[in-house]
Structure formats: structure tokens, C-alpha cells
């Protein structure tokens, strides 16, 4: 079917459309978080594949790996972009709705691994960057943008601050 489609048999694209879509859909949801956009940058997706078809090679990998490889460059591309930005930036009333739960779970979480005890024995720094990293579940890229330091500071510190954790729980 591969073969097929890398010589733009229409048919083989559809078959494997069917086969690939929701995986590739998956992908790409977990980078830009909305399942809209998702949807339309499978589409990219396909079409890119359809375009480089002849780029595919079986010695390299399996052509599910391959079309991944293409979802994620896809997705990375479109974080990047301006309009996708601001998009994200424009605040909506319905973010809101669901805060109570989120600082409850939020809470929740502290308690079930008890670790708010540890925390509180932290710099303020590294409070503030692993609160960001696995509470709030930001990247150490949107960290370091958000907090307007460069990428490997925020690299550096959640490493350190993460070591000095873990040798305060083993304790």
C-alpha cells in the first residue's frame, strides 16, 4: 500500500488515511492541546506526506514513523507561528469555569505524594519553575519565556532544583 501511495495512488492515500488518521490525530493533540486544530493539521499532515512521498524510505523506518515525524514537525510549526500565539493569549471567560477544580486537584496532588512539606523547603525559584513544569504543566521552553530567562537557565534550575528535591525526600 505504501508503494502504491508513493506513486499517488489515490485509493492508497485514502486506505492509509483510515488506518493513520487517529494516531496522527493524537500526536498532534498532545503539542497543540486543541482538538480543532488537530483535526486541520492532519490534514497538513497528509497532504505534506502525499507531496514528499518519494522521501519515504523503507530502510530508514516504518512509515508510521515517518508520517509521526511529519505530524510533530507539523504541530511544532504551527506553536510557532504568530497568529497561533496571540490566539492563545486571548483570554475567554469559559478558561475560568474549571479553576476550582484544577486548584483543588491541584491541591490533591501536593497531598496524595506528600510532598507540600518538601516544597516549602525550596528556594523561591525553584518553587516557581517546578510549580510551572509539573503543576501547571508548562514546558521548560514556555517556562523560560514566561519567566523571561533563557532556555537552559530553566534547564539548569529544574535539574538542580528537582536533585535538591529528591535528596529531600530520601531524607
Known amino acids: 500500500m505504501v508503494k502504491r501511495f508513493q506513486e499517488k495512488d489515490e485509493k492508497a492515500l485514502e486506505s492509509l488515511y483510515e488506518i493513520y488518521a487517529k494516531s496522527i490525530t493524537g500526536v ?9 486544530i ?11 506526506a502525499w507531496n514528499k512521498s518519494d522521501s519515504y524510505s ?20 504551527k506553536l510557532r507561528t504568530k497568529a497561533y500565539k496571540q490566539d492563545q493569549k486571548k483570554v475567554k471567560s469559559s478558561d475560568f469555569s474549571h479553576l476550582n477544580l484544577v486548584q483543588e486537584a491541584h491541591e490533591i496532588k501536593e497531598e496524595s505524594i506528600n510532598i507540600r512539606k518538601y516544597l516549602q523547603e ?13 503543576f501547571q504543566g508548562y ?5 523560560a519565556e514566561e519567566l523571561k530567562l533563557p532556555l537552559g537557565t530553566i534547564k539548569s534550575r529544574s ?13
Not at 523503507?58 to 510549526?77: E, M, S, V, Y
Not at 514546558?139 to 517556562?143: A, C, D, F, N, V
Open 28 to 36: 498532534i493533540y498532545q503539542i497543540v492541546k486543541e482538538e480543532s
Open 122 to 134: 525550596l528556594s523561591a525559584e525553584c518553587k516557581r519553575v517546578i510549580d510551572m513544569i509539573f
Open 139 to 143: 514546558s521548560q521552553r514556555e517556562t
Open 58 to 77: 523503507p530502510k530508514k523506518g516504518r512509515f508510521f514513523t515517518w508520517l509521526i515525524n511529519i505530524a510533530r514537525n507539523t504541530a511544532i510549526d
Open 38 to 48: 488537530a483535526e486541520e493539521l492532519v490534514q497538513d499532515v497528509f497532504i505534506k
Open 159 to 171: 535539574r538542580r532544583c528537582l536533585m535538591s528535591l529528591r535528596k529531600m525526600i530520601k531524607r
